[in-house]
Structure formats: C-alpha cells, structure tokens
C-alpha cells in the first residue's frame, strides 16, 4: 500500500499542529517546517479543515491549530479520510479481462487494503502527538516534497 503525497501532507500538518497543543500556524510556517509547497499544504489543510481536524482562523491572531475533537480520532480513519475508499486497483481503465464481480484479486486487494487502515486503528491523533519526538527545526533533514 501506497500512502499518497495528500496523505503524508496531512499526517505532517497534524503532528507539526500537535506538537505545540495550543500553537497556531501559518500556512507558509506549516509549509517551511514539513518542507513542502504552500500551494499543497493550503489544500491539505482545507480538507483537514473539512474533516473538523483542524480550525483554521483568518487574520490578525489566527491561524491552523489541531481542533479539540482531533486528538480522539483515529489514525485509520484520518487515512480512509484522506486516501479516500477507492480500491488499490481499477479493473476497469484499462479494462481488465479477468473484471468480474466474483474476481478473487479483487477481493484480497481490498481486504489488505482495510488491514493496512486497521492495523493503525489502535493509535489516536492525541497519541500520535504526545508520543513523538520533538521536530528539528523546520523538519531538517526530510526529504523536500515537490510537485
């Protein structure tokens, strides 16, 4: 299984947020810190935004923080969220000979692909937060994301 890029933004602005619980971020500071484009950053956020995962205040005082109910979610279902519930596979562009509403590969894909998602069911976001290190300035060292 492939975490997408959206993903991996995503999972980035909420530990660079949880890291200073009650700290608000800009866009362009998320976007120094986890090393990626602030064109980018500003999507994920819109959609962690929509999720309800982080409160995003304009102007003077404002800013992305994680919102309270985040830290109770659940790191399967902020993946399912932002991965989205298509299948591993399309059977269907370029058509696959063996499509078939019976199709075994099929079915196995889509059972690893909810094992993947389950196996990080365990971990909340509070978790996840209070239980990583704290990040090098500007995240140093990651690789830049670009594109």
């Not at 009650?22 to 090393?35: G, M, N, P, Q, Y």
């Not at 109910?69 to 399967?76: D, E, F, T, V």
């Not at 069911?121 to 995240?139: C, H, K, M, N, Y």
Request: with cysteine; aromatic share 6%; net charge neutral.
């Amino acid at each position: 299984m492939h975490v997408t890029r959206f993903s991996d933004l995503g999972l980035r602005i909420i530990m660079t947020c949880g890291a200073g619980r009650d700290a608000r971020h800009t866009v362009k500071s998320l976007s120094e810190d986890i090393a990626a484009p602030a064109t980018h950053v500003a999507k994920v956020v819109a959609r962690l935004g929509e999720l309800g995962l982080v409160s995003n205040t304009r102007g003077r005082g404002g800013g992305v923080s994680l919102s309270d109910k985040a830290y109770s979610w659940r790191l399967g279902d902020v993946l399912r969220e932002l991965e989205g519930q298509g299948p591993l596979v399309d059977c269907f562009d370029p058509p696959c000979p063996f499509a078939a509403a019976n199709c075994l590969l099929e079915r196995k894909l889509a059972a690893a692909q909810e094992a993947f998602f389950a196996a990080l069911d365990d971990t909340t976001i509070g978790e996840l937060v209070t239980s990583a290190p704290a990040p090098a300035q500007g995240f140093l060292g990651m690789p830049r994301i670009v594109g």
